[in-house]
């Protein structure tokens, strides 16, 4: 008897095919990341931090809208910066009228909510970190 692995048994039986991609999201929301318990947890635990610190958080976001940028650019597609309130299907809906290919990236769209938080919260937090920034991390979160 000749034993097979699960991708030999499949090779020749199943196909994948993917017709289309509507559109594709990315909401890096994190609940747990709303407290000052979970922030602590993240920071230690994934950024392998001995004091947490908000300072650690800010580049992680601002490489990955750099990547962003960076494959718009490369590719050659437009980066669409949505107002509040804009409707991105609208957007979407005319860049498909234009589009003359059968596939194909249509545009990189970024929508960057900001969100509030409790200014003690974020003071704490940062205060545990760094005592010298807790009033600027008040300040910015009002």
Partial sequence: MVRKNVAEILQNHV?????????MYLNAYVPSLHTGAG????????LAARVP?????APMGERFVEAMERFAETEGV??????????????????LA?????EGVLFVGKAQEKASCDASLGSSVV????PDSASEASAESR
Avoid: C, H, P, W
């Fill in 15 to 23: 196909t994948f095919e993917l017709e289309a991609i509507d559109r």
């Fill in 39 to 46: 922030f602590v947890y993240f920071v230690k635990t994934q």
């Fill in 53 to 57: 610190s908000t300072m650690m958080v």
């Fill in 78 to 95: 437009d980066l669409v910066t949505f107002e509040k309130g804009q409707r991105k299907d609208d957007v979407a809906q005319a860049y």
């Fill in 98 to 102: 234009k589009f003359q290919g059968d």
């Fill in 127 to 130: 205060a545990a970190g760094n």
